[in-house]
């Protein structure tokens, strides 16, 4: 049976975002694409294999740009299915880092990690189906580790998502909607890590039990769980896609 839902995913274009993007195309579903750069939407929409796929060109952090975007995709599909938060990113903040700097740094990743997965959120959930609406935000390991240094802001913007899953299960859970995370590990096939420091790769490795590192199938695997009707009664869970790195909390 052909996939009728309708999936929205920021950050869609690359690395994590697009192979959720392939495989909710490969069902059949109707795919909507929201990104900062037009060539990389574009270059991923005509790659995909589905009867209905629209991109816009938006920044997550700029509430005008965002709204209009979301709210042009769900018009077009006829409302919303399923929303994944994926649109991060990270810059190097360090203990001693100059305070201007790392200001500036700071307030760059939680535009992009928190404030716009909190945009996105709000925008779309006016046009989620309820009840069985999902909304799927990616978080990260460190979030629970703290990280290997430099790693200050993008973990604070992490552990903030994780409190934003929650607090958002406490309103929607009522409408029928469920909201949960998925927090990946060290994911080796994706632009955001390709220039990972090898000292810090072998660091992450060795605390890794599984032995590996992760891929972006894993964490589509987990988001397609999460996304699907088999999971209609897990809201509020950080699911942890690490090779056991970490786990029980």
Known sequence: MADTR??????????????????????GAAIGLIGRH???????????????????VADVSDREQLRYAIDDIAEAFGGLDVLVNNAGMAHWVWVDTPLETAERLWDEVMATNLKGSFLACLAAIPHLARPGGRIINISSVVAFSGGHGGSIAYVASKAGLHGLTYALVR??????????????????DTEFNADFPAAARENVLAETPLGRAGYVADVVAAVSYLASP?????????????????FGR
């Open 38 to 56: 037009e060539n990389r939407l574009a270059a991923c929409a005509e790659g995909l294999d589905t009867h209905s796929v629209i991109y816009r």
């Open 230 to 246: 088999a999971a209609s009664f897990v809201t509020g869970e950080i699911l942890h896609v690490n090779g056991g790195r970490v």
């Open 171 to 188: 309103e929607l859970s009522p409408l029928g909607i469920t909201v949960n995370a998925v927090a990946p590990g060290f994911i080796s």
């Open 6 to 27: 309708r999936v929205l995913i920021t950050g869609g274009a690359s690395g994590i975002g697009r192979g959720i993007a392939t495989a909710f195309a490969e069902g």
